[in-house]
C-alpha cells in the first residue's frame, strides 16, 4: 500500500494515509521512501499507531512465502493447487 510520502504533504498526511487506507490489513506490505522529506518524522508515530492497533511489523523477507504461492497482480500471495 502507498503511504504517498513522495508527495511531500507532510508527517500527518503519510501516516493518515496509511492508518485510513481500506488494504491495512495482516499482510500488507506498506511502501515508504528513504530520502522523502517528510517521511522520517512520521515514522515513530506510524510505527506506534500500528503497533497500537496490534500489528506485528515485520521485514519483508519474513512476510514472504517463498515455496507453494504466488503472488497476483495485486501483490498478494495466493497458496497454489
Known amino acids: 500500500m502507498d503511504s504517498f510520502d513522495w508527495k511531500?504533504?507532510?508527517?500527518?498526511?503519510?501516516?493518515?494515509?496509511?492508518?485510513?487506507?481500506?488494504?491495512?490489513?495482516?499482510?500488507?506490505?506498506?511502501?515508504?521512501?528513504?530520502?522523502?522529506?517528510?517521511?522520517?518524522?512520521a515514522l515513530e508515530k506510524l510505527i506506534n499507531k500500528l503497533e497500537k492497533k496490534g500489528y506485528l511489523l515485520v521485514t519483508v523477507s519474513e512476510l514472504i512465502y517463498k515455496d507453494g504461492y504466488h503472488l497476483d497482480v495485486t501483490g498478494r500471495q495466493i497458496k497454489e493447487r
Open 8 to 41: 511531500d504533504y507532510g508527517a500527518k498526511y503519510i501516516v493518515d494515509a496509511v492508518m485510513d487506507d481500506k488494504n491495512l490489513k495482516n499482510g500488507a506490505i506498506i511502501r515508504l521512501h528513504s530520502g522523502t522529506k517528510y517521511t522520517a518524522e
